[in-house]
């Protein structure tokens, strides 16, 4: 009578090759010391044509993933913002850039993030396309030490000093934890065992995370069921059996029944959701006056703004108007003959006016010239400030002659002209 394989695998995955943790034997290795992504996706798809299973959980190595401890302030935090913390977290510990590799974060509780751990994306997504070609349903991947941490729920809930060690084929994961907290979490190679005992391994371990020692010490073998589990002291507990089912249906305890409530309480409920319609109905009250008080307030805002809108563009539009009519009452009353002899007699010949300008609303007079030399400019602006008929003589602008100007001096001025303007009797409208 032939025997069918188990409805589902759970496969061990690590760099030294894969194997199957329900069946003794069932593994297939990599020769390459360290093994490349492709050797152990080989190694994965000559497992799955060995053992002809048609549903496997994947368990992978330390030596295939990242870990990082995550502290245990962010209780509230979502699984993306978790994930964000893991990532940033990782990058920093690692110095790799772990936007490449997916992360996955564990928590012991509910909202406690304990573990974050990182894989390439590539070898993910390979590991599906291999399963997918041999047929075989994935229906789970998950970093071995989050395992760990699964099975070890109920012990990680106190506050005692305790290490967690998982004896890899080619890696030995060690997690230290104390006070709700971890303390440690390294993978060191298997090579660090080779001139160490465990027990001293573990203790420098403990020195270094600042813990004088331990006392706990929970250790497994993560190969198949015949693996031996290296000596960590009389005080230690092998979970390795736990480790290779996923610890087992978890237990439920039926010794608390629950009492019905009292009648009380109903009550209570009763008159407590009263109160609470009862003061929402006044408070949709009150803001229904508030609305109506903040629309009467609104209408006369702008009434008022109207109001001073329109004063202002009656008043600009007088303004303008006089201003209009006293340019030209000015224009008509300039002697004009009278300033331009003027100007001519102060500038001589020796000063030449190119450009001249006025304002017939403010007298303001700009005249742009040129002169033989230098000192005749400052002969005329001289003549010009003296003069009972110009005042606020400023010179803005002079040019010494050169080669290029034919030797002349180029200057600008402006002054105001005031003989001989007469102003109307009110000048404000």
């Known amino acids: 009578m032939s025997h069918s394989p188990p409805k589902c695998f759970t496969v ?37 044509k ?74 993910l997504d390979c590991l599906e396309q291999t399963a997918d070609a041999r047929q075989v349903d994935i229906v789970g991947i998950q970093p071995l030490a989050a395992r760990a941490i699964e099975v070890l729920r109920k012990e990680l809930c106190g506050n005692s000093a305790l290490a967690i060690v998982i004896d890899e084929v080619d890696a030995l994961w060690v997690g230290l934890r104390a006070n709700g907290s971890w303390r440690s979490i390294r993978n060191l190679p298997a090579s660090a065992l080779r001139y160490s005992s465990p027990l001293d391994l573990l203790k420098r371990e403990c020195l270094s995370a600042g813990l004088s020692g331990v006392e706990y010490i929970y250790c497994a073998a993560s190969g198949s069921a015949d693996a031996p589990v290296l000596d960590w002291g009389q005080d230690s507990t092998d979970f390795s059996d736990r480790l290779r089912l996923g610890g087992g249906a978890r237990r439920l305890d039926l010794s608390f029944r629950e009492k019905r409530g009292s009648r009380m309480g109903w009550y209570l409920l009763g008159a407590s959701i009263i109160a609470l319609m009862g003061s929402a109905y006044a408070w949709r009250n009150l803001q229904l006056q508030h609305g109506d008080a903040v629309m009467v307030m609104e209408r006369q805002r702008r009434v008022e703004q109207q109001f001073r809108e329109d004063a202002n563009n009656s008043a600009a539009s007088m303004q303008s108007d006089y201003d209009r009519a006293l340019a030209a009452y000015r224009m008509q009353t300039t ?95």
């Not at 069946?23 to 010391?33: K, L, N, Y």
């Not at 590799?101 to 993030?113: N, Q």
């Not at 602008?397 to 102003?423: C, D, K, M, N, Y």
């Open 50 to 123: 060995k053992t002809g299973a048609r549903q496997v959980r994947v368990l992978l190595s330390s030596s295939l993933v990242d870990h990082v401890a995550i502290p245990g302030l962010v209780h509230w935090l979502k699984n993306s913002d978790l994930v964000a913390l893991g990532r940033s977290r990782l990058a920093a510990f690692y110095g790799t850039d772990q936007v490449q590799r997916k992360v996955i974060v564990s928590r012991e509780g509910y909202g406690a993030a304990c573990l974050a751990a990182s894989a390439g994306k590539e070898l």
């Open 335 to 429: 002697p004009w003959k009278e300033l331009f002899a003027t100007l001519n007699e102060y500038a001589g010949d020796t000063v030449g006016i190119l450009d001249f300008s006025v304002d017939a609303l403010t007298g303001g007079l700009a005249i742009d010239g040129e002169a033989k030399k230098f000192d005749d400019v400052q002969d005329f602006v001289d003549r010009l400030t003296q003069a009972s008929q110009f005042h606020g003589v400023k010179v803005s602008s002079i040019t010494p002659g050169g080669e290029g100007a034919g030797g002349r001096a180029r200057f600008s001025l402006s002054a105001s002209w005031s003989s001989g303007v007469s102003q109307p009797e009110n000048e404000t409208p």
């Open 12 to 48: 061990l995955l690590s760099r030294q090759g894969a194997s199957v943790l329900e069946q003794p034997g069932a593994s297939v290795f990599v020769e390459d010391a360290v093994a490349s992504d492709d050797a152990v996706l080989l190694a994965f798809d000559c497992l799955l």
